[in-house]
């Protein structure tokens, strides 16, 4: 599922999160797997990953940065 971490676009439906990856080849790996609710938004700040729930109350998940290896789509030759 792809969510969007712009702190302002709120999940769709319950989600369990172990790591983040971003379209440039970056992850944010969690330490804990953490369970985003429907109508939580997320964010990076600062270089980190912040939750925002319904209620109003902010998280800030523990977790370290690390780079992905991956092929862009498409075709090959």
Same mark, same amino acid.
């Given at each position: 599922m792809? +969510?969007?971490a712009d702190g302002a676009t709120p999940t769709s439906r319950l989600v369990l999160v %172990?790591?983040? %990856?971003? %379209?440039?080849?970056?992850?944010? %790996?969690l330490t804990r797997p953490l369970f +985003?609710?429907?109508?939580?938004r997320i964010a990076f700040e600062g270089g980190r990953l912040v939750v925002v729930?319904?209620?109003?109350e902010r998280?800030?998940?523990?977790?370290?940065?690390?780079t992905r290896c991956w092929r862009r789509a498409g075709r090959h030759r």
């Open positions: 792809r +969510l969007i %172990e790591d983040l %990856e971003t %379209e440039n080849g970056y992850a944010f %790996e +985003l609710a429907a109508g939580d729930r319904v209620s109003g998280l800030t998940p523990a977790g370290d940065w690390s």
